[in-house]
């Protein structure tokens, strides 16, 4: 059987700015299957539960994210140093 192959295409100006570099949007990861595993069951959640982001996000588009895969965002905080949250595509 052959891998699903996901193609997106992307109009030349979204493509001026590399959104991933741009000082106001902050780190983004995508978890494996597994990580998503140990997640949920870390914090005893379902996928229900977590923060949503739509198929049509900039950041789900450029990791060619589809529905189920989960995303780790890492921003800066002042108080915390850190903060970091998940977000589910839907």
Known sequence: MQPEIHIETFKEAELL???TEHELVP???????DEKSALLK???LKDTQLPRMKPN?????YF????GQVCKIIRASETAGRYVTYR???
């Open 17 to 19: 700015v590399d959104i």
């Open 27 to 33: 780190t983004h990861e995508v978890l494996t299957n």
């Open 42 to 44: 870390r914090y005893k």
């Open 57 to 61: 996000d900039p950041i789900a588009r």
């Open 64 to 67: 060619g994210l589809s529905r």
């Open 88 to 90: 589910i595509v839907l």
